[in-house]
Structure formats: C-alpha cells, structure tokens
C-alpha cells in the first residue's frame, strides 16, 4: 500500500486513542489494503476495527458526492456528536465528519476537492513529490493555509485544534464551504 504507511497508519491510532469513540472512514480502492489487511495493522496498534473503521466500497462519482453531503455536519465541535447512538445520528442519517485526513506520500487529488467542496476541512502533509503536494494547492487556494503541515506531529496537532477547539473548527467549515468559488 503505497498512501497508507506505517507512519500514517500511527498518526491515525493516536488520534483514534485521544478520542475513544471516533470512527475512521475510508473509500476502499483497488490498490489499496484489503479490509483485513487495514483491521489486522489496527489490532497490532490497539484498535477494534470492526467497531471503529467504515470502509466503504467504490462508487460512481455522483454517489461519492450524495455520501460526501451525508458525512458534513460536526457542528464544529468533536464533543458535539452523540457517539452512544451508533455511527450515525439518528434522525439525521448523517455520520459525522469533522475534518479530512489527507495521506502524505501520496496526496488526495479529485476527492480532496471534493471534500473541501462539501464543506469538510482537509488536513494534509506536504512532501518533496508532487504528488504529495497536490492537496497543499488546493488548500492554499481555499484560504486554508493552518490545515498545510510539514511534519506528523504538526499534522496531529492541527486535527485536534480542529476537532476540540469549537471557533477553530467553525471558521475552518466556513473556509472550506467557501472554497466552491476558488477551487
């Protein structure tokens, strides 16, 4: 698996260990580890899998957006979701989606600025390739410049300033919202 390394893989279980009752959704794609491959790296570092990663399978790109639209709505706050009703609010049918974790050897294209454009801030580390600096473009243009990291640690950082601090979150989903102009 050539986006999701190790050290990606690590940053994520940090994450997921601050926050208990996070969940990690991913697009499953073809060239990328199988859903057990994924769940048996998870196990190794400490989490449950089958309980706190959906990945879902490959779609038309009309579909990708309509799910994208059903992912948007933290309300700018991690604290502000009620976890002990499942993966989805009830009522809603909406997951939540707080922010957009960008892999760094290799960077989203199409489906980074699908994301900034439903209104889902994006987190990306920057790389010497272009492909791993292709987000960091898209970013720069939406007016996104806190989300642009150069290190892991800036990385996680930046995700929990985004996922406890509730005007940080705010004034990032009203950043990336914005960005259907410019992007």
Request: charged share 20%; glycine share 8%; with cysteine.
């Amino acid at each position: 698996p050539f986006k999701i390394t190790p050290g990606v893989l690590t940053t994520w279980t940090n994450l997921m260990r601050i926050m208990p009752r996070a969940l990690l959704v991913m697009q499953q794609q073809d060239d990328e580890p199988t859903p057990a491959t994924i769940s048996a790296e998870l196990a190794v570092r400490g989490i449950d899998a089958k309980r706190r990663v959906i990945l879902l399978p490959r779609c038309s790109h009309a579909e990708h957006l309509a799910r994208l639209s059903r992912l948007v709505g933290s309300g700018g706050h991690y604290n502000g979701y009620d976890h002990d009703q499942g993966r989805r609010r009830r009522g809603r049918g909406r997951w939540f989606a707080p922010v957009f974790l960008d892999t760094p050897s290799f960077n989203s294209g199409t489906t980074g600025l699908d994301t900034l454009w439903s209104g889902i801030p994006l987190v990306t580390l920057t790389g010497e390739k272009m492909v791993a600096r292709m987000a960091a473009g898209m970013v720069l243009a939406a007016g996104m410049p806190e989300t642009v990291v150069h290190t892991l640690l800036e990385y996680e950082d930046v995700v929990m300033q985004l996922l406890f601090t509730p005007t940080t979150a705010a004034a990032a989903e009203a950043t990336a919202a914005a960005a259907k102009a410019v992007v």
